[in-house]
């Protein structure tokens, strides 16, 4: 079955940035003093490139500050005939739409090993992860700032799907990337 019939997005083809950790070896961040400085440089140079005049503004919902923007992305991938596709967890991430709400729960990290996860408003739980590291730095530091009572929670602005049936090193391998990009806010005891 295809994609369509499956009730799931056709995938667009990856053009998107290509990065390596070996790339925190060269010149561009031969400043940092720590892997974390360099994951910090780099998420930097990601928000300034990302950014739009939108981001600027004061417009966060009662009782929530506006921390930052994030990619979240969740993978599918099988080999044709040989094993089978997770279609379950894909339709939860193709659920996702422009302005849904998101929140960030810590767990266990035998739940999860970044010691939170994201789910909807209900509590249905998404298989969505930080997509880059800095992303994870995000969430980390402000899960780590948060005061009593204050909960991160995060509103989608774009979801898109990338991925391939068959690639050039084994045509058996298909593979699914949704990629969802979200405002991050610490939100108090207002509703956002």
């Known amino acids: 079955m295809n994609d369509e019939e499956l009730g799931l997005p056709r995938p667009k ?23 974390g400085e360099a994951i910090a440089i780099r998420g930097a140079k990601a928000f300034l490139r990302d950014v739009a005049p939108d981001d600027f503004l004061d417009d966060a919902p009662l009782g929530a500050e506006k921390i930052g923007i ?51 408003a209900d509590g249905t739980t998404l298989p969505y992860e930080p997509y880059h590291d800095y992303d994870d730095q995000l969430f980390e530091d402000a899960l780590e700032k948060l005061c009593n009572g204050e909960w991160l929670a995060c509103r989608v602005r774009e979801v898109s799907c990338f991925g391939e049936d068959g690639i050039e090193v084994d045509p058996k391998f298909c593979w699914r990337v949704y990629s969802c990009k979200v405002t991050v806010y610490r939100c108090g005891s207002a509703k956002v």
């Open 13 to 35: 083809k990856y053009v998107g940035e290509r990065f390596s950790a070996l790339d925190y070896m060269t010149e561009e961040y031969a400043e940092a003093q720590t892997l």
């Open 70 to 120: 994030a990619d979240l992305w969740a993978d599918s991938t099988w080999e044709k005939a040989e094993t089978e596709r997770n279609v379950g967890v894909e339709r939860s991430a193709a659920s996702l739409k422009d302005g849904d709400l998101l929140k960030v729960r810590p767990c266990s990290e035998d739940i999860s090993e970044r010691g939170y996860r994201f789910h909807l």
